[in-house]
């Protein structure tokens, strides 16, 4: 099968996809588009939201609807990364047997991964990194697709281990899970307190995600595209001489190379979704609030003045 019948294929796909997860979900468009692109691309995506806004059952839902394994692991103050990764144990002829813990399935949630230990956050992101985990100086490779989901919950933050800044960089989007309107609200209301479960198909299996992915990879980006990712990031940093007085007077530091790997790979992605053969300019837009957001680390004056992260990117695109 050539690659323009495969994108036909991806976009046809990808709308059904959509539909599927809009029997669970209602709204919330946006956030389902960059978990998507990120599962196209294999990336991962750190979820930024309050409770009750069904992160959960969001994950779940694309789970089923791409046909793959999903765990969920609530992390703890007290959770140690054999509780996550699985440990060695004695059987019955005293010899040593790998007990699988939850970290070995295709879609893993990781709820509330900041009020871990950093010991805990460091197991898992071996496993995100390296796509395999090491106990007792033997590696486990991780079945692929292998997708790392990440939720943090941005108000209550006594009591928690925030995740450094390279550890933040390991995800590709950091989605920001906003309040639904009063009509999707009203609409969630309806349909969660009736007595009628939705019944969710699968639509890929695991061999075809990969097969996206690899997809993805072949589409090719035209070299100003490609400028054009690298000098976005490139402006965010305020130790260039480049930097502009804006990037000095409210950024303390700015993205790495990873960011415009994933600007890249994000455009590609996205413009694939969306029935083009190559990725221009808008497609790079489109997807630089989720990859630039957790890459960027604002200054005291920028808090001061109330300057956000986004309003930053907005003024560099």
Known sequence: MSDVTAITQLVQKHQALKQEIAKAIVGQHEVIDQILLSIYTGGHSLLIGVPGLAKTLMVNTIAQTLGLDFKRIQFTPDLMPSDILGSEVLDQNRNFKFIKGPIFSNIILADEINRTPPKTQA???????ERAVTIAGQQHRLERPYFVLATQNPIEQEGTYPLPEAQLDRFMFAIELKYPSIEEEIQVVKTTTDDVSPTINALFSSKEILEVQHLVRRIPVPDNVVAYAVRLVNSTRPNLE???EFVKQYIDWGAGPRASQN???????????????????????????????????KNYKAEAE???EEDIITKLL
């Open 123 to 129: 197991a898992l992101l071996e496993a995100m990194q």
């Open 242 to 244: 480049s930097a502009s």
């Open 263 to 297: 600007l890249v790979l994000g455009a590609k992605a996205h413009a694939a979704v969306n029935g083009k053969y190559s990725p221009d300019i808008e497609d790079v837009q489109a997807v630089s609030m989720g990859i630039l957001r957790h890459r960027i680390i």
């Open 306 to 308: 109330g300057i956000s």
